[in-house]
């Protein structure tokens, strides 16, 4: 119930200060009205393709992902960031030169920074399978020198999460931030539709959604659950952009993350199918149940320091799913540690707050091990 009134006090701050910036800019007649509302939807409508802010060169490309190196230095346990993979381009973890974990992490020490760039899903990847994530995996850490530290965020995450379990030797140490461990942990609005859309573990609901993308998982249809989710945040985001529309600065910064947040990127169907079943359904990560090509992936094979990090207000993947991780690797508990940062989920990616604090001080702590071997 309270989404609503969210939602209508949003919209009449947001006329408020349309009203006060308009008689501060003299623009009060009909003619300006309309010139205003044409500037407004200009704004709210036109996305372009999100970009990189830092410069790097490409090392290897795969039809699923592309390996970047943003490396300012020769030496060094290379450190690979793996982005998050739901419907969005994977430039948040290089949002913008003052949100970036790529200059954190170099900033902080790891200079051999490098990063899988997935790429949007076609005909050729529809049927990608986890098999197929771990075989491009395998020869991105072969090509650094057969061991990396791994950093996740979300769904790349549970990724890092996976392959540090069935690749102990290779991860010289693992964060991971946002990441749905143990999906039935906690509560969350999305554990709640999965549930709903899935009572007896059927996926037709999903199976119909790969459907409508011909094989593929419509990076537009992820990005409208999204907003589903949060509603009265959308509205609050486009009465901001109204109340702001004589801000040249503040209609930057709405396009700027609106490009991001709202250029969708596909995925590969049956990559999300399995997803779904195995880990969102089934919650088998956690359950020991899990087997990729046939492997099991046991968390209890990963023993190398882990960094945990979420968000307090985190509605996507509350701080129960991902803390869980402790419960279940063999890393000693000295050589664990949980941070919960004052964010939500894209905060803990790419807030200032995240950044400068949690981040910064797991980057820095990556390369004190680095130095110490």
Same mark, same amino acid.
Request: negative net charge; hydrophobic residues 40%; charged residues 20%.
């Given at each position: 119930m309270q989404a609503p009134v969210d939602a209508a006090f949003a919209c009449l701050n947001g006329w408020l200060d349309y009203a006060g910036s308009a008689v501060a800019h003299s623009r009060v007649t009909p003619l300006d009205f309309a010139e205003d509302a044409l500037r407004w939807w200009e704004v709210a409508t036109d996305r372009r393709a999100p970009s990189w802010s830092t410069s790097h060169r490409v090392m290897r490309s795969w039809?699923?992902?592309?390996?970047?190196?943003?490396?300012?230095?020769?030496?060094?346990t290379p450190t690979l960031i793996l982005p998050p993979q739901a419907g969005h381009a994977s430039t948040i973890v290089d949002? +913008? =030169?003052? #949100?970036?974990? %790529? /200059?954190?992490?170099?900033?902080? *020490?790891?200079? &051999?920074?490098?990063?899988?760039?997935?790429?949007?899903?076609?005909?050729?990847?529809?049927?990608?399978?986890?098999?197929?994530?771990?075989?491009?995996?395998?020869?991105?850490?072969?090509?650094?020198?057969?061991?990396?530290?791994?950093?996740?965020?979300?769904?790349?995450?549970?990724?890092?999460?996976?392959?540090?379990?069935?690749?102990?030797?290779s991860v010289a140490a693992?964060?991971?931030?946002?990441?749905?461990?143990?999906?039935?942990?906690?509560? +969350? =609005?999305? #554990?709640?539709? %999965? /549930?709903?859309?899935?009572?007896? *573990?059927?996926? &037709?609901?999903?199976?119909?959604?790969?459907g409508l993308g011909d094989g593929n998982h419509l990076g537009a249809n992820q990005i409208l659950g999204f907003k589903m989710l949060e509603p009265a945040e959308e509205i609050s985001r486009l009465a901001g952009l109204w109340g702001h529309v004589h801000d040249t600065a503040y209609a930057q910064r709405y396009t700027d993350f609106e490009n991001w947040f709202a250029w969708g990127q596909d995925l590969p169907g049956a990559f999300y199918l399995w997803i779904v079943e195995h880990l969102f359904i089934g919650n088998e990560l956690v359950h020991g149940e899990l087997h990729v090509d046939g492997q099991p992936v046991d968390l209890g094979s990963i023993d190398c320091p882990v960094f945990m990090l979420a968000g307090r207000t985190d509605h996507i993947t509350p701080a129960e799913q991902m803390f869980a991780l402790a419960d279940y690797v063999g890393t000693p508990s000295r050589d664990q540690r949980q941070l919960l940062v004052d964010a939500g989920h894209l905060g803990l990616f790419m807030g200032h707050a995240a950044l400068e604090g949690a981040w910064t001080d797991v980057f820095t702590a990556l390369a004190a091990i680095d130095s110490e071997h």
């Open positions: 039809p699923e992902a592309e390996l970047l190196d943003f490396s300012t230095a020769e030496s060094g949002y +913008s =030169a003052g #949100q970036s974990q %790529v /200059r954190t992490a170099r900033t902080a *020490g790891l200079e &051999r920074a490098f990063v899988l760039s997935w790429q949007p899903a076609t005909d050729q990847t529809a049927s990608s399978s986890i098999e197929d994530y771990i075989a491009i995996l395998d020869e991105a850490v072969e090509l650094l020198g057969g061991r990396i530290n791994l950093v996740g965020d979300c769904q790349g995450g549970w990724l890092a999460t996976i392959y540090a379990a069935l690749r102990p030797g693992l964060a991971v931030a946002g990441a749905p461990i143990d999906f039935h942990a906690g509560h +969350s =609005a999305i #554990q709640e539709w %999965v /549930r709903s859309l899935s009572r007896n *573990g059927e996926l &037709r609901f999903y199976e119909h959604l790969v």
